[in-house]
């Protein structure tokens, strides 16, 4: 089963739309293995976003990821990395189509409510930045298998 790392972004906070994002995920049928709230740090968020240093929305970007808390959830699903930027939209908010998650909710270039891992090394690398083994769980979901048809030995 694939990981993959999501953050509901300080504006996700302000405006108050956690819940509504958390439960679109859950409604989905993908796994919550870990999840916490915390104000990430200078350090952590340059850490986070260090591809895109030196670039001119970098500096701007970190004082976004640290100007409130954030929440940070590990989810695990069938192909969640690339489900789950399907369910994000595309990046700017005026760009990203109705009915994803900042399509519907977000119109700025930066305000745009939320992180979700861009591969599977990339979720495996930040889920390792945000949490302790200790605070990932395994367990089987009651209803797994009404999420995916187990009947054949796959997980289809
Ligand atoms: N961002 C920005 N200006 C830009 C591009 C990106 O402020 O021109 C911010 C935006 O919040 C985005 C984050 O930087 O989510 C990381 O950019 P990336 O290209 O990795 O987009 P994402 O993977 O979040 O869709
Ligand atoms: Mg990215």
């Not at 104000?39 to 976003?49: F, G, L, Q």
């Not at 004082?63 to 994000?88: C, D, F, H, W």
């Not at 109705?98 to 119109?107: E, K, L, N, S």
């Not at 990932?136 to 796959?154: N, V």
Request: net charge neutral; glycine share 8%; hydrophobic share 40%.
């Amino acid at each position: 089963m694939e990981k993959t790392l999501i953050i509901l972004k300080p504006d996700a906070l302000q405006r108050r739309l956690m819940g509504k994002i958390i439960c679109r995920f859950e409604e989905k049928g993908f796994q919550i293995i870990g999840l916490k709230m915390l104000r990430i740090t200078e350090t952590m968020a340059r850490k986070h976003y260090a591809e895109h240093e030196g670039k001119d929305f970098f500096e701007p970007l970190v004082r976004y990821t640290t100007s409130a808390p954030v929440i940070v959830m590990a989810l695990q699903g069938k192909n969640i990395v690339e489900i789950a930027r399907k369910m994000m939209g595309a990046t700017f908010g005026f760009r990203a189509e109705p009915g994803t998650i900042r399509g519907d909710y977000a119109v700025s270039n930066r305000f745009n409510l939320i992180h979700g891992s861009d591969s599977p090394a990339a979720a495996e690398r930040e889920i390792g930045t945000f949490f302790h083994t200790g605070e990932l769980f395994e367990y089987k979901p009651a209803d797994f298998s009404w999420i995916y048809d187990l009947s054949t030995g796959d997980i289809i």
